[in-house]
Structure formats: C-alpha cells, structure tokens
Nanobody
Framework: QVQLVESGGGLVQAGGSLRLSCAAS????????MGWFRQAPGKEREFVAV????????YYADSVKGRFTISRDNAKNTVYLQMNRLKPEDTAVYYCAADITPAYKDTWYFDDYWGQGTQVTVSS
C-alpha cells in the first residue's frame, strides 16, 4: 500500500525557516514527479512546487519563488521543501503528492497519491 508521510511542520516566526520532508513508500519512486501543495483555512488547496522524476526540472508558484526550494533524494524515497523567509500568509497545511504524469493547465494537477499533510504556522 502506497503511503506518503509528511513531516517537519510546526510553528515559526515570520522570517524564519522550516524544512518539510515527505517519505514515500513507492517502490518505483524515481519514476514519479513529486509536488507540494498547501491549503490555508477557508481557502482552496493550491500548488506550491513540483519536481521532475530525476530532479532535473522544478517549478514554483509565484508566491514562493525565490523563498522555497524543492528537492528529492531518490535513494531515500524522499522529497523535501526548504522554506525560507516565511511569511504569515504561508500558514497552511502542506501536502505532498506523487504522479507519474502530472497534468498542467494553468496550474499543476496530481492524481495518483497524496499525503495526510503537515501544519505550518507562521506567526507575525
């Protein structure tokens, strides 16, 4: 059974940093594109970042570009999201997702697997 388990969330002051991890129990992890999404209270889930199967390509939402970095370690079946210069508006539940062929139409769409999420709270 495939599982994606996020960790690393927490409470941080504005301007601080957090590193999220997502451990995937996918046997063929290295064939999957991986993404991070977030959902703030009262808002729809939104795309944050995506990384290709080999780590060679990355894409970011404009709101996090230059502050967040997505990376992956295929030997550890793990994807990361380094978040720097955090802002109160980054407060949300962060989810990782896996898809062999994610779709793109104005934003990214992942269908295959989703994690349960980890809470990130940024205080002002």
């Amino acid at each position: 059974q495939v599982q994606l388990v996020e960790s690393g969330g927490g409470l941080v002051q504005a301007g601080g940093s957090l590193r999220l991890s997502c451990a995937a129990s996918i046997r063929t992890f290295s064939t999957y594109a991986m993404g991070w999404f977030r959902q703030a209270p009262g808002k729809e889930r939104e795309f944050v970042a995506v990384i290709s199967w080999d780590g060679g390509s990355t894409y970011y939402a404009d709101s996090v570009k230059g502050r967040f970095t997505i990376s992956r370690d295929n030997a550890k079946n793990t994807v990361y999201l380094q978040m720097n210069r955090l802002k109160p508006e980054d407060t949300a539940v962060y989810y990782c997702a896996a898809d062999i062929t994610p779709a793109y139409k104005d934003t990214w769409y992942f269908d295959d697997y989703w994690g349960q999420g980890t809470q990130v709270t940024v205080s002002s």
